[in-house]
Every structure is written in structure tokens, then in C-alpha cells.
């Protein structure tokens, strides 16, 4: 038994474990998804692969609204394959 009524099964512990997880969560939510937009995932690479291999047009940039010189400043401009903030002109 325990004695100060506090052992690993105490609903308050796993209120503050919970409580604990959901703000590392908060906390390090911004930094994961920032990581996941550092490169191409193996999904992007195979995408380009199989657009090069059909002969498409792989430059992203050609169709990008932020195809200009202030709005832009990735080196990758005017021949980026992939990149994380691509949108579609017109949309
Ligand atoms: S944001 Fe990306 S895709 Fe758009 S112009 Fe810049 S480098 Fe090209």
C-alpha cells in the first residue's frame, strides 16, 4: 500500500503528467513542423523523379506567386524543384 497516497496511480499525478505533455506539446509543436519543411520528404524526391523522367516541367518557381525579386529571396529562385512556401499563382 502507499503511504502518503501519492503513488503512480494518484489521478492528480496523471492530471499533471497530461498537463505536463500537452504544454511540451504547445511548445515544441512549432519547431517539429518547422523541421519538417527543411527538405523534400522521400514522397517530394519521387514526385520530381517521376515529373522529370515524364519530361514535365520540374521548376516550381515558373508557376509561383512569389515569382518576384522582393518577394522572394530563396537562392533556389528561379529554379527551385522543391520549396516550402510554393503557392500556385492565381489561387
Ligand atoms: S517561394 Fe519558392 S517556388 Fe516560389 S518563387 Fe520563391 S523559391 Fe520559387
Keep these: 500500500m502507499h503511504g502518503g497516497g501519492q503513488g ?3 489521478p492528480q499525478l496523471h492530471k499533471k503528467i497530461a498537463l505536463l505533455f500537452s504544454e511540451a506539446c504547445e ?7 518547422a523541421k ?3 527538405g523534400p520528404t522521400w514522397i517530394d ?5 517521376l515529373k522529370k523522367t515524364l519530361g514535365m516541367n520540374i521548376f516550381l518557381c ?8 522582393s518577394a522572394c ?7 527551385a ?11
Design 36 to 38: 519538417t519543411k527543411v
Design 27 to 33: 511548445l515544441f509543436l512549432p519547431f517539429l513542423m
Design 8 to 10: 503512480f496511480e494518484s
Design 45 to 49: 524526391k519521387a514526385k520530381i523523379r
Design 73 to 79: 529571396h530563396y537562392p533556389e529562385r528561379p529554379n
Design 81 to 91: 524543384v522543391w520549396c516550402p512556401d510554393y503557392q500556385k499563382k492565381g489561387k
Design 62 to 69: 515558373d508557376s509561383c506567386k512569389w515569382n518576384w525579386r
